[in-house]
């Protein structure tokens, strides 16, 4: 049995029941395997041994009162995965399908990615199983009270610093950092993703949807190509989606297709996205309702069946293993050229396969959603020289960042033999500088 193979069942049998959290180990390790054959050092030196296992993994009660006066539990996580560059940076969600898998998953990733933005941050995450559908205002903000009362401990602006995911946007960030700031009676960049009145930085909400598009242009680029007139399926309808969308048609694109858990809409003219965002960011409705305030689109029923609308460039910006090997077949099959992830591992590794045999170009999440990130390192070095930069000043900085996560990523794979596979090759940029980092501290 191969080092890897070995490795890769001992953390199956380690974390028994954690599927997400095999399936992302996996990828990373086949990938990693042509570094470590040319690197025997780093398995001298325990490196990912180290790696597959978190520097801390927190979970602990929620108890929050509804508005009916009826005490709710929930569960919460935090792990603190890899500081070995930096403070735990990554984001929390609620969603009542997180569990500890998930919350490793996202975090095993978190670590590659903040690597390959270049910038000074380790790898985190966190959430809870709260699903925020359907609360009041009130029931949100205690719940984000009561996970901050234990979160805190934890927490801190060289220490740990979340940000937001699924179901955690500005409305929860700022529930969370308020309790923070007065558990603590400090006001530090403890949290991104915050409001503007109060130490967030401008193109945080649209950089992790604006910096995909920034990254797809530039693959597309380096193939002869752009997002000037491509039809565009994007998958979601939240906060990546939203300004995936935005960007893609400022860059000439049109968008035909969102989704959300539900139903997916079309709209052959192209999706109006001013009227998702009202109805998704600022209304909080359902997709379907577009249709009512726009005759042309048509709705149907469940999400999986967004991938069969014809499009040139697919960007699943929702969830993870949303997007499975038929739907891969299918996006082939109506001559999809270019599909990049905006949420975190979107497709399935069948799904992967599928599009890499097809000669598709594919981002993956670690490379193409790695802006959202990016922008929250911008937003922790606002927050430590007490300074705002302008829109034009961060967003300027994020497509460079993008730019400069997409040529790593793909010298690296031609580097190893693997022109064109920016899955491993944003996988072997991404590991090398946490790898050496690990290995100049010694055995901690
Ligand atoms: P939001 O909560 O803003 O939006 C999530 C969207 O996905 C909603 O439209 C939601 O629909 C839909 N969705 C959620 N679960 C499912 C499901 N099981 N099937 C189909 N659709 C679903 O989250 P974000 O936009 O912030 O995050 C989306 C993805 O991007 C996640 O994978 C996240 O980890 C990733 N990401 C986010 C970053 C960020 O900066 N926000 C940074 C990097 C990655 P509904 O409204 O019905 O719930």
């Given at each position: 049995m191969s080092y890897v193979s070995e490795l890769l069942e001992q953390v199956k049998q380690r974390n028994a029941n954690e599927s997400e959290f095999h399936q992302a180990v996996e990828?990373?390790?086949?990938?990693?395997?042509?570094?470590?054959?040319?690197?025997?050092?780093?398995?001298?030196?325990?490196?990912?041994?180290?790696?597959v296992e978190p520097e801390r993994q927190v979970v602990f009660r929620v108890p929050w009162v509804d508005d009916n006066g009826k005490v709710q539990v929930n569960r919460g996580f935090r792990v603190q995965y890899n500081s070995s560059i930096g403070p735990y940076k990554g984001g929390i969600r609620f969603h009542p399908s997180v569990n500890l898998s998930i919350i490793k998953f996202l975090g095993f990733e978190q670590i590659f990615k903040n690597s390959l933005t270049g910038l000074p941050i380790g790898g985190g995450k966190g959430g809870s199983d709260f699903d925020p559908k359907g609360r009041s205002d009130n029931e949100i903000m205690r719940f984000c009270q009561s996970f901050m009362t234990e979160l805190y401990r934890h927490l801190g602006a060289d220490t740990d610093v979340p940000a937001g995911d699924i179901g955690v946007g500005a409305r929860e960030v700022g529930y969370m950092y308020g309790q923070y700031k007065r558990i603590r009676n400090v006001y530090e960049g403890v949290f991104t993703g915050k409001g503007?009145?109060?130490?967030?930085?401008?193109?945080?909400?649209?950089?992790?949807?604006?910096?995909?598009?920034?990254?797809?242009?530039?693959?597309?680029?380096?193939?002869?190509?752009?997002?000037?007139?491509?039809?565009?399926?994007?998958?979601?309808?939240?906060?990546?989606?939203?300004?995936?969308?935005?960007?893609?048609?400022?860059?000439?694109?049109?968008?035909?297709?969102?989704?959300?858990?539900?139903?997916?809409?079309?709209c052959e003219d192209g999706v109006n996205c001013d009227i998702v965002q009202q109805l998704k960011e600022v209304e909080r409705r359902r997709i379907r309702?577009?249709?009512?305030?726009?005759?042309?689109?048509?709705?149907?029923?469940?999400?999986?069946?967004?991938?069969?609308?014809?499009?040139?460039?697919?960007?699943?910006?929702?969830?993870?293993?949303?997007?499975?090997?038929?739907?891969?077949?299918?996006?082939?099959?109506?001559?999809?050229?270019?599909?990049?992830?905006?949420?975190?591992?979107?497709?399935?590794?069948?799904?992967v396969e599928v599009f890499q045999k097809n000669n598709v170009l594919f981002g993956p999440g670690k490379a193409g959603n790695a802006g959202g990130v990016a922008t929250s390192a911008l937003e922790m070095a606002?927050?430590?020289?007490?300074?705002?930069?302008?829109?034009?000043?961060?967003?300027?900085?994020?497509?460079?960042?993008?730019?400069?996560?997409?040529?790593?990523?793909?010298?690296?794979?031609k580097e190893y033999g693997k022109e064109d596979d920016l899955v491993t090759g944003a996988n072997i940029a991404g590991f090398l500088k946490v790898a050496e980092a690990m290995k100049a501290q010694g055995a901690v």
């Open positions: 990828e990373v390790l086949e990938s990693l395997e042509v570094v470590l054959e040319k690197n025997p050092q780093y398995i001298d030196a325990g490196i990912m041994e180290r790696l503007l009145t109060y130490g967030g930085s401008l193109v945080r909400k649209e950089a992790t949807g604006y910096g995909l598009v920034y990254f797809v242009e530039e693959m597309l680029k380096a193939k002869g190509d752009s997002f000037k007139g491509k039809r565009v399926v994007i998958s979601g309808s939240g906060n990546v989606a939203i300004y995936a969308a935005r960007k893609a048609e400022e860059l000439g694109a049109k968008v035909v297709a969102f989704s959300d858990s539900n139903s997916y809409i079309c309702e577009y249709k009512d305030r726009d005759a042309k689109a048509s709705v149907h029923e469940g999400c999986s069946g967004i991938w069969s609308t014809k499009c040139d460039i697919a960007l699943p910006c929702a969830t993870q293993n949303e997007l499975q090997k038929e739907d891969a077949e299918m996006l082939v099959k109506n001559g999809v050229i270019a599909v990049a992830e905006g949420a975190n591992m979107p497709c399935t590794p069948e799904a606002q927050n430590s020289m007490r300074y705002s930069w302008t829109f034009e000043e961060v967003d300027a900085k994020l497509q460079q960042i993008m730019k400069d996560i997409y040529h790593s990523a793909a010298t690296a794979a």
